[in-house]
């Protein structure tokens, strides 16, 4: 990993999860000097749940994972980093049934037990001799911590990500703990990026779904860095069940709400780590529309402002530019009023009622646009609906980052 | 205007247009030594025709001329260069009705034959005072060329841009002479920065409308290059009717396929001129995409590679990274078979059905890329649908140009 992004947090202290053990290798995917394969071993009885991408080119692992979620159990997770064997036809998915093959024979367990991931280069195919010498130091490998998996999966990430939450269900603590990679081509609509969920908490697999798609809905997919919507986009999450709890079976079983909200949180903190790790970020952006004829509609508005590059830009040269957002409000395709539209930065209402508030002080708004984290309000004045996304800010880093990645 | 783009065209020799008469002059809208209003009067008689900005925030400017343009006759246009007066609530207003009041007094006409347009920093209310001073200058003044007309209109553009062309219509040549503006905040859905087009040829206004809404379709809207939806865009088409032909009032009138043609010529390159001087552009960008379900399904998906900034990026650093080009057929939300795709770089075919050709040789890929003009081709496989849009790469001089634009 090269020098940490401006807005890098510390990697948390990350517990173990019963019934998760976690392994790393060197695959050597690419020409670096660190583990690039990611091993979790899952107990017997584990649940699964996913979101994936979108994009209509997925990876032969994106494919994968959507077959084997419907059985709704895991007794692995492979992930390799460096190569997303995304668009690798007939020889990307033989790589992957190589993979999964290799691991149900290890642990003697079904082949839709075995959730692969993979992310870099698109194109290549996943060479199966790496993976399959990668497997074997993995499988013979001494369990590890969360964050070696962290870094384990991470390609043009800067820093390793995670979170981790408690619940108590059915009088027992629960805990949940996530890994995320991700920092360019990332765009809401599903998951986006790699995330990786784990809880030793029983969940049935229908339940764990819902509880998943729901987190994802505020969450993952509420974050851009660049409107570009990857090839491989996945997130998962396992229930290992041996917090021994009932499992949980509906939002009415009992300690689902605090389950639920321990979801959101965890998914919550990992997005936002994937924005604070955006290509060339320098700024931590929140967006927040208010007003707008629905939540869909705002939330629509809100990733018009928050992928608007004439907005990025001027986050990034700390120029209170507002005349930029009303021009992504008003090309955001959503109704909108230009005369009831009013915008602020940070606390400072800049302009009302269709123009710049009368004796308007730029000195606060340019004093919060020095700051690390900014945060642009719009209020639509039109309804009730609501929404808030996470970006960051358009840098040289971007453009030197990927124009010169694969090269 | 600073160092021309490095893609930039020598000016065309624009010859007069019988009954449109070009005066400019320095109304001070920003502190430059420039002129930065453009007044051209027109003759009796002249038809009008316009396409507008889609975005929700118009400026008056924009509301002024969509409630102008059913009179379809006009005699003056007014563009003031440097301010936008966009989000500028009833002064803005008033400043648009002030410019229209001493024009059609001026000039003895009605208030709708004068159309304004404005470009520039958004939300500041355009300044009456400069306004009114410019304007008696500009009506003092001696009438100018057209490059003259070119250049008072720009504001972050590199160089002026201009076309013309020539038709055959009821056995007299006819002239078109277009101007245009405009290098950042470009995207197709309309008119898509300032282009003002004027022939002596006699057209009704009826037609001339719908030859201008047809040639938008194909140019104007076929260019992006950020993305973003100014709030000003306009494209006005005046036609003084001096050239004495019968006029043309439908698609069969004498001579309407040779001025039908002319026009188009002339909006494409004009609008390719746009992207040419898109701000920070290094290389000139074709997306051509075919096999798609429909033409507009193409156009969708060349759209959302020319808007990606991975791809916009890669091309910058010469990267034959293809597989962001996939990436980006897939995130278009458009009818797409991974298995079906191929894609080639300027003649050469990179990928064939879902994966890399057998014995793929990067190396006429990369002297292509190295070029100043780049071809994106992707087929799709599916139907007949094609489209064709053209973009610039994104570059460190596009971040340099927009995190400092206002301040």
């Known amino acids: 990993m090269t020098s940490p992004s401006p807005l890098a947090l510390p990697f948390p202290e990350l517990p173990p999860v019963a019934g998760a053990e976690v392994r790393t290798a060197r695959a050597g995917y690419r020409d670096w000097a660190r583990d690039d394969l990611l091993l979790v071993t899952l107990a017997e009885g584990t649940t699964a749940a996913g979101v994936l991408t979108r994009n209509a080119c997925p990876s032969?692992?994106?494919?994968?994972?959507?077959?084997?979620?419907?059985g709704g159990r895991a007794r692995a997770l492979v992930v390799n980093a460096g190569n997303s064997n995304a668009f690798t036809g007939a020889r990307g998915r033989a790589a992957v049934e190589a993979i999964v093959?290799?691991?149900?024979?290890?642990?003697?367990?079904?082949?839709?037990?075995?959730?692969?991931?993979?992310?870099?280069?698109?194109?290549?195919p996943l060479p199966i001799d790496k993976a399959k010498a990668g497997l074997a130091a993995a499988l013979a490998a001494a369990p590890a911590g969360w964050e070696a998996a962290a870094r384990a999966i991470g390609t043009t990430d800067t820093f390793p990500k995670g979170a981790v939450a408690r619940a108590v269900v059915d009088g027992r603590t629960v805990t949940l703990v996530g890994v995320v990679k991700g920092s360019g081509m990332i765009a809401p609509d599903m998951a986006t990026m790699l995330g990786f969920i784990f809880t030793d908490a029983a969940v049935a697999p229908g339940f764990l779904q819902e509880c998943l798609r729901r987190a994802n809905a505020r969450s993952f997919s509420c974050i851009t860095v660049d409107g570009d919507t990857s090839t491989s986009d996945t997130v998962l999450a396992f229930a290992s069940g041996a917090a021994g709890n009932a499992p949980m079976r509906a939002a009415d079983s009992p300690g689902a709400d605090a389950f639920v909200a321990a979801l959101a949180d965890v998914c919550l903190r990992l997005a936002q780590a994937v924005v604070r790790d955006g290509e060339g970020a320098s700024k931590f952006i929140?967006?927040?529309?208010?007003?707008?004829?629905?939540?869909?509609?705002?939330?629509?508005?809100?990733?018009?402002?928050?992928?608007?590059?004439?907005?990025?830009?001027?986050?990034?040269?700390?120029?209170?530019?507002?005349?930029?957002?009303?021009?992504?409000?008003?090309?955001?395709?959503?109704?909108?009023?230009?005369?009831?539209?009013?915008?602020?930065?940070?606390?400072?209402?800049?302009?009302?009622?269709?123009?710049i508030v009368a004796g308007y002080d730029e000195a606060p708004v340019a004093e919060h646009l020095r700051g690390r984290e900014v945060e642009i309000g719009v209020d639509l004045g039109l309804g009730d609906g609501r929404a808030t996304v996470w970006t960051c800010d358009l840098t040289?880093?971007?453009?030197?980052?990927?124009a010169d990645y694969r090269s």
């Open 60 to 70: 032969p692992e994106v494919d994968w994972c959507r077959a084997a979620l419907p």
């Open 101 to 124: 093959a290799r691991v149900s024979a290890a642990l003697g367990c079904g082949p839709d037990e075995v959730f692969v991931s993979s992310t870099g280069v698109i194109g290549v």
């Open 286 to 355: 929140r967006v927040d529309v208010a007003g707008a004829a629905s939540d869909a509609s705002a939330r629509r508005v809100a990733l018009a402002i928050a992928n608007s590059p004439l907005v990025k830009t001027a986050v990034a040269g700390e120029d209170a530019n507002w005349g930029r957002v009303v021009m992504a409000v008003g090309k955001a395709g959503e109704p909108a009023d230009r005369d009831r539209l009013s915008i602020r930065f940070g606390t400072t209402v800049v302009a009302r009622d269709g123009e």
């Open 396 to 402: 040289h880093g971007y453009i030197s980052i990927n």
